[in-house]
């Protein structure tokens, strides 16, 4: 990333399902909001890296792992609590997409690691999205 640049996106051509488009596209914003707010984006040096990537498992299953990181905002800490945007997060990955959510409060910046099912039957992602409630 040169100076100029504060956004970058890196990973392959993926083709998802519109349900998968629409969670990302809430989730996406609200990262975004929170690092313009209160994150990287809130100061001219801070940086924000998206990078995604498929993962295959050994049973044929496939997931869309989506790396969020800013760097060179101010000190970021975890406050305890779960305000919205947590909570929505929480909502349309665990929940909606039986995908993992693991934020990480690094001193230097927020790291969020999504990982989702890319499953296109269905029939299936309400399986996962059911597994992961139980």
């Known amino acids: 990333m040169d100076g100029k640049q504060r956004f970058s996106l890196s990973g392959p051509d993926l083709a998802i399902s519109p349900r998968i ?10 990262l975004a909001t929170n690092a ?9 040096e801070g940086k924000v890296e998206v990078a995604w990537s498929r993962l295959d498992d050994a049973r044929g299953g ?3 792992r989506l790396d969020w990181h800013e760097a060179g905002g101010p000190p970021v800490t975890a406050t305890g609590r779960k305000g919205f945007g947590s ?4 909502r349309e990955i ?3 997409l039986g995908g993992t959510v693991a934020p990480d409060y690094q001193h230097d910046g927020l790291r969020v690691v999504l990982e989702i099912p890319l499953a296109t039957d ?3 992602a309400a399986a996962a999205a059911a597994a992961a409630w139980g």
């Open 62 to 64: 496939a997931r869309l």
């Open 94 to 96: 665990r929940h909606g």
């Open 36 to 44: 313009a707010k209160y994150g990287a984006l809130s100061v001219p």
């Open 87 to 90: 909570r929505v997060i929480e």
């Open 21 to 30: 488009s629409l969670s990302l596209a809430l989730v996406l914003h609200e």
């Open 122 to 124: 269905p029939a299936a």
